[in-house]
């Protein structure tokens, strides 16, 4: 299956993109202490219902909920549960919208109440890279550039990077070609085209990079139990540089 989109597809795109930032914008108010990840994650659901959109991680390879809520050490995949957020978390919300078929993605990263400063420094950090790691994304470059410039901002400032997920190609299907290792060298790996559209969502972590699976089969955490951050966008590579769709 071919990795380029034509600029209608994108548009497309766009649009579950748009309805996704503004999901993601009203959570920022929404998520307080006291408010549980289950009722975000309902919260969620009800907003895309509302736009004529559907949650497309919802029974997604069998998952069960239309967010992603991962709170504190979980690096991602955590169900949504009865847990009630408290002051000082930090709590990714990751979601897919599908809008007549077409998908976007995009996780954030909330602090509840007052977060530490570790805490925010981690966040700060995590969003820059995202950010560092989008702006790789131009056609004629390589796969491994947007890895590269995550890794080598990440790795000095004492951070790690998770190397168990990657972003991914994204349009009709969640997962599609190619795969997007946040980490990597320069100029090497898959060339980089017009029309491509991918997700970026670096995972940092205060410790290790390793992982492990909760009994859940989902839930990731860190081996250590140190915090991990994460951001996700939905980008296009487009003559002009890369677009945010999910901004
Ligand atoms: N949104 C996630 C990603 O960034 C996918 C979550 S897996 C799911 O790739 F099964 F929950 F959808
Ligand atoms: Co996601």
Redo the contacts with the bound molecule.
Sequence with gaps: MTMIKTPDQIARMREAGEILASCHKELSTFIQPGVTTFEVDQFVERFLEQHGATP??KG??G?PYAT?ASVNDVI??GFPTQYELKNEDIVKI???VNRNGWLA?S?WCYAVGTISEEAHRLLEVTKKSLFLGIEQAVIGGHLGDIGHAIQSYAEPLGYSVVRDFAG?GIGRK??EQPIIPHYGREGTGLLLREGMCL?I?PMLNLGTYKAKIDADGWTARTRDGKLSAQY?HTIAITKDGPVILTA
């Design positions: 497309e991680q997604y390879q998952y992603c991602c995949h990751d979601m897919v993605d996780a991914h969640l997962h997700t969502e996700e």
